[in-house]
């Protein structure tokens, strides 16, 4: 993949005793030089993420960014991404890269919602395409995509793994959501 490429990674923080979590975007090039952020807030508990990554990727007005990476598929507790309406209302290839070995979201959403709650989240779930593993530098990553074949995903996925098995865009992503966190009164939003 050209160094030029960028990808816009996702990833979130959250900061005990808020009713929201940070969720940062960052625009990186394949070669790892940073080329933009942004900032949004969603539900803890909630189901408003799907929304927040869409206003994050609008936010930034960058249509040069090929991809958008998400570093997880249910942050601030459960609060579900639909993929499918980020790959649609974003006009690239959605894929989430998590990376721990799980059984899936379904037992801990129904220990933790019930009824109407527990129903959205599950039609949102139960859409996602399956994780699928990949091996990067002796470490195992869950990739799902959608609007590209699970081969360029990989392809993707490895092109902005520099070191540690996690891609730039979601580290640096990451990065950026606990520096605001930790930069914000615990009563504000950011």
């Given at each position: 993949?050209?160094?030029?490429?960028?990808?816009?990674?996702?990833?979130?923080?959250?900061?005990?005793?808020?009713?929201?979590?940070?969720?940062?975007?960052?625009?990186?090039?394949?070669?790892?030089?940073?080329?933009?952020?942004?900032?949004?807030?969603?539900?803890?508990?909630?189901t408003d993420a799907t929304d927040a990554?869409?206003?994050?990727?609008?936010?930034?007005?960058?249509?040069?960014?090929?991809?958008?990476?998400?570093?997880?598929?249910?942050?601030?507790?459960?609060?579900?991404?639909?993929?499918?309406?980020?790959?649609?209302?974003?006009?690239?290839?959605?894929?989430?890269?998590?990376?721990?070995?799980?059984?899936?979201?379904?037992s801990g959403l129904r220990e933790a919602?019930?009824?109407?709650?527990?129903?959205?989240?599950?039609?949102?779930?139960?859409?996602?395409?399956?994780?699928?593993?990949?091996?990067?530098?002796?470490?195992?990553?869950?990739?799902?995509?959608?609007?590209?074949?699970?081969?360029?995903?990989?392809?993707?996925?490895?092109?902005?793994?520099?070191?540690?098995?996690?891609?730039?865009?979601?580290?640096?992503?990451?990065?950026?959501?606990?520096?605001?966190?930790?930069?914000?009164?615990?009563?504000?939003?950011?």
């Amino acid at each position: 993949m050209k160094s030029g490429v960028r990808a816009l990674g996702v990833a979130e923080s959250y900061r005990g005793g808020r009713d929201h979590s940070t969720l940062a975007g960052a625009v990186v090039r394949a070669d790892g030089v940073l080329d933009g952020l942004a900032y949004e807030p969603c539900t803890v508990g909630g189901t408003d993420a799907t929304d927040a990554v869409v206003t994050l990727v609008a936010d930034l007005e960058r249509p040069d960014a090929r991809y958008v990476l998400l570093g997880a598929i249910a942050p601030a507790w459960y609060n579900v991404v639909d993929l499918s309406r980020v790959r649609e209302a974003c006009e690239r290839p959605a894929i989430a890269v998590t990376f721990e070995a799980s059984d899936g979201l379904e037992s801990g959403l129904r220990e933790a919602f019930s009824g109407r709650e527990l129903e959205a989240r599950l039609e949102i779930y139960r859409k996602l395409p399956d994780r699928r593993p990949v091996s990067i530098d002796g470490e195992t990553v869950y990739v799902r995509c959608v609007g590209c074949e699970f081969e360029e995903a990989e392809e993707v996925v490895r092109a902005f793994t520099s070191a540690g098995g996690r891609p730039e865009p979601i580290r640096i992503a990451r990065l950026a959501a606990r520096a605001a966190d930790r930069y914000a009164p615990s009563n504000d939003r950011v």
